[in-house]
């Protein structure tokens, strides 16, 4: 069975990442597999940037991105530390936050400048700031999680997988790919400061 470029034999082998095996090619300057990991992973990394920003023509520029960016830094993947897909659905969704978060920083300037020009009080300004502390603390608390954790809820939340396709991916038995979530979730709650 192959899920998105991870190819877990039915006999218990370790899983083959051909994904990681495309990036150390383009690493090399090999366009053709530039082209298939492209073909590969375009659709997923769209649907994570398109869930993060909303807007599908900032997704399409994002997309761009990503995928520039792999080309050019291919050859800092460690196929040691992870499988190839995640790397690059990590680069698709920090680049999509960047994004949100330059265009919030957009936002807030031309809401300062607004204020400070037209001196009246604003009641969406409040709603913003606690989207915008909320949103903050998430990506705090997600930090503070031990890395299996955080990759797990992660490709979840951000990328959609279930907890079956996350345990093939990572090659981990579903028990614990369930066990991760739990307690990643768990402390998410704890360090966010929600008691229900």
Same mark, same amino acid.
């Given at each position: 069975?192959?899920?998105?470029?991870?190819?877990?034999?039915?006999?218990?082998?370790?899983?083959?990442?051909?994904?990681?095996?495309?990036?150390?090619?383009?690493?090399?300057?090999?366009?053709?597999?530039?082209?298939?990991?492209?073909?590969?992973l375009s659709p997923r990394a769209f649907?994570?940037?398109?869930?993060?920003?909303?807007?599908?023509?900032?997704?399409?520029?994002?997309?761009?991105?990503?995928?520039?960016?792999?080309?050019? /830094? $291919?050859?800092?993947? #460690?196929?040691?530390?992870?499988?190839?897909?995640?790397?690059? +659905?990590?680069? !698709? @969704?920090?680049?999509?936050?960047?994004?949100?978060? /330059? $265009?919030?920083?957009? #936002?807030?300037?031309?809401?300062?400048?607004?204020?400070?020009? +037209?001196?009246? !009080? @604003?009641?969406?300004?409040?709603?913003?700031?606690?989207?915008?502390?909320?949103?903050?603390?998430?990506?705090?608390?997600?930090?503070?999680?031990?890395?299996?954790?955080?990759?797990?809820?992660?490709?979840?939340?951000?990328?959609?997988?279930?907890?079956?396709?996350?345990?093939?991916l990572v090659g981990a038995p579903l028990?614990?790919?369930?066990?991760?979530?739990?307690?990643?979730?768990?402390?998410?709650?704890?360090?966010?400061?929600?008691?229900?």
């Open positions: 069975m192959v899920i998105d470029g991870v190819e877990v034999p039915e006999d218990g082998a370790p899983p083959v990442d051909h994904v990681g095996e495309l990036i150390q090619r383009v690493a090399q300057g090999d366009q053709g597999a530039f082209a298939r990991l492209y073909d590969m649907g994570l940037i398109l869930r993060v920003l909303v807007d599908r023509s900032q997704s399409e520029e994002v997309l761009q991105e990503v995928f520039l960016e792999v080309w050019q /830094s $291919a050859e800092r993947f #460690a196929p040691n530390r992870g499988q190839g897909r995640s790397w690059v +659905l990590t680069i !698709a @969704h920090r680049r999509a936050v960047d994004r949100v978060r /330059s $265009a919030q920083s957009s #936002a807030d300037r031309d809401v300062r400048i607004g204020f400070r020009d +037209l001196d009246v !009080a @604003h009641d969406g300004v409040a709603e913003q700031v606690e989207l915008r502390i909320e949103g903050e603390k998430v990506t705090t608390a997600l930090a503070t999680l031990p890395e299996a954790q955080r990759e797990a809820l992660t490709l979840a939340y951000y990328g959609g997988y279930s907890q079956s396709e996350i345990a093939a028990g614990t790919i369930k066990t991760r979530m739990r307690d990643g979730l768990s402390r998410l709650r704890t360090e966010m400061g929600v008691t229900s």
